[in-house]
């Protein structure tokens, strides 16, 4: 391309400093080096660990920085030693990477590659430099990805080449709110056909765990939200009760285990509190029961859990990104979609123009969208 080799003058939105709106600004971005990848982002979806970094509860972020982390775009440029796309590729990245070579991407049970943000803080690229410049000021990079820029600098790592037929304004979020709920079901839960679910929190990655469930053959999937709003989606996307913990007095784990006998076989917390957390431990079956993790609670607490509730079999655990290996299952969730053996676009409640970035961020914040999708 015309543009290989040169610097790009384009539209990013910097996070200048922790509880600030982004500013829309034109930043440089540098040629990429040996083994990684410049990507033309054509659409960004707008994702819950964005706000954290902004709220200041992400650790390790370093300031000013580009956030985005569920994005896909067009391959512009590569450095050396890149094999496995070249320009004009479509790609989705993932702020998960999947380097293949460290000990936890060579067993088949992980996806925690040891490149991620929690192991290899990700604020520059691997080489410890940016690609990144606004008015001459160095711009740090997060999760290695920085999606909410016109152009960006990646790591081969962290994309993976999808269908030229995909939808670019629909996939993207593919990149991490859907295969995050939709995997916690089937590879981290693992859930059984005839089985019974209880799903806490109907966000779009809750609403994607619901479409876990349904794909993975369970027979009961209970929603459960605060806001009863969310109930129609839910039931649409294959949710068979939908319950408002407000409506009883009791707990919703006596509720839950009362509808069910002995509790349900599978609960998914996808909403990030203590209680919610515990009451998902609780709702399980004392025997088989998994309850899996996928809200993060506030850095720093802890949760008390009384550790009877583990001793006859349950089990709690947790999931990043559904368990997918990035790399290896974006390509085949991409080729699922098109063959629309799920309907992930139920989940973009909004599409706006990039420049109106802030106003995704207030829908988010006010609990008025599932997924907002940018287009540049
Ligand atoms: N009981 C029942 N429902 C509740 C309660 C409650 N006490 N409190 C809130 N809710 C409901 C809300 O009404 C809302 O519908 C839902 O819970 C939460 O939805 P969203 O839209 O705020 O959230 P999602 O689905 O986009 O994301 C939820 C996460 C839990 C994934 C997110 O907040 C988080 O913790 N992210 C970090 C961890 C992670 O895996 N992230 C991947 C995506 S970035
Ligand atoms: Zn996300
Ligand atoms: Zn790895």
């Not at 001459?136 to 909410?148: D, L, N, R």
């Amino acid at each position: 391309m015309a543009t290989s080799g040169k610097v790009i003058r384009c539209r990013a939105a910097i996070a200048w400093a922790v509880g600030k709106p982004l500013s829309v600004e034109e930043i440089e971005v540098a040629p990429p080096k040996a083994r990684e990848v410049r990507v033309k982002i054509v659409a960004t979806g707008i994702c819950h660990t964005d706000e954290h970094v902004l709220e200041g509860i992400f650790p390790d972020v370093e300031f000013p920085v580009i956030l985005g982390h569920e994005g896909a775009g067009i391959v512009e440029s590569i450095g050396e030693g890149v094999t496995s796309v070249k320009p004009g590729d479509k790609v989705i990245l993932f702020g998960l990477p999947h380097c293949g070579e460290c000990s936890f991407c060579l067993n088949p049970d992980s996806n925690y590659c040891l490149k991620s943000h929690f192991s290899e803080p990700q604020n520059l690229l691997p080489d410890k430099t940016s690609r990144f410049t606004c008015k001459g000021k160095q711009i740090h990079h997060f999760v290695w990805i920085s999606t909410f820029s016109e152009y960006t600098v990646v790591p081969e790592y962290t994309l993976a080449k999808v269908d030229a037929a995909a939808p670019l304004d629909k996939v993207c979020v593919l990149g991490c709110g859907f295969s995050t709920g939709y995997g916690a079901a089937i590879n981290t839960a693992k859930v059984k056909p005839g089985s019974t679910c209880a799903i806490f929190g109907l966000g779009g990655v809750g609403l994607s765990a619901v479409m876990g469930c349904k794909a993975a053959g369970a027979a009961r999937i209970i929603a459960i939200d605060i806001n009863q709003d969310k109930f129609a989606k839910a039931k649409q996307l294959g949710a068979t009760e939908c319950i408002n913990p407000r409506d009883f007095k009791k707990p919703i784990q006596q509720v839950l285990t009362e509808m069910t006998g002995h509790g349900v076989d599978y609960s998914f917390e996808v909403i990030g509190t203590a209680d919610t957390l515990i009451a998902a431990l609780a709702s399980c079956n004392m025997n088989t029961g998994v309850c899996v993790m996928i809200g993060v609670t506030p850095a720093g607490s802890t949760v008390p859990i009384d550790p009877f509730l583990l001793l006859s079999g349950r089990t709690i655990k947790g999931t990043l990104l559904g368990g997918w290996k990035m790399g290896d299952a974006i390509p085949k969730l991409v080729t699922s979609y098109l063959q629309k053996k799920f309907n992930s676009d139920l989940l973009i409640t909004h599409t706006l123009p990039f420049a109106k970035i802030n106003e995704g961020f207030e829908l988010l914040r006010a609990g008025k969208s599932i997924r907002s999708v940018l287009l540049y």
